[in-house]
């Protein structure tokens, strides 16, 4: 089986997207993180759902959790507005390293071998410099891992 036998489909977010966009897909298509891709569609990195947590979680809580705990719920529901008006690229490093990317002839353990090299749960499949073809997530490659 290849890469391209396995990818499906994808939601895609770019760096000008907003925030809670981003925050909507993954909870949406219940994802570990999405991937950001350019105007062309060609992958530019991987944004963990993490990532997005960290930007509306107080930096206090972050540092330490049991302050959470001094928090209501209907309270801890008003730090995700302090996302509004700002955007994936807020969300980025600076310095990106390369995309989990794999090509569309890529193995069932090239797949593996990408994703266990670049610790992301999910990749992209795509020709180089071609726009993305689908995803594939760890999940699923662990499936088709287990039914072999």
Do not use: H, W
């Not at 353990?109 to 499949?125: C, T």
């Amino acid at each position: 089986m290849r890469a391209r036998d396995l990818a499906v489909p994808f939601p895609t977010i770019t760096v000008a997207a907003p925030v809670l966009e981003a925050a909507r897909l993954l909870a949406g298509y219940n994802l570990p993180g999405l991937i950001v891709v350019d105007d062309r569609g060609r992958p530019v990195t991987v944004l963990p759902g993490t990532q997005v947590l960290r930007l509306v979680i107080p930096g206090y809580c972050r540092e330490d959790p049991t302050l959470a705990r001094m928090i209501d719920e209907p309270s801890a529901d008003v730090f995700l507005r302090g996302a509004e008006g700002r955007t994936v690229a807020d969300l980025l490093p600076t310095e990106r390293p390369e995309p989990p990317v794999v090509e569309p002839q890529a193995t069932v353990l090239e797949v593996a071998a990408v994703m266990a090299q670049k610790r992301s749960p999910l990749v992209a499949v795509a020709a180089p410099r071609e726009p993305m073809i689908g995803g594939i997530t760890l999940d699923a490659l662990l499936d088709r891992m287990l039914d072999a």
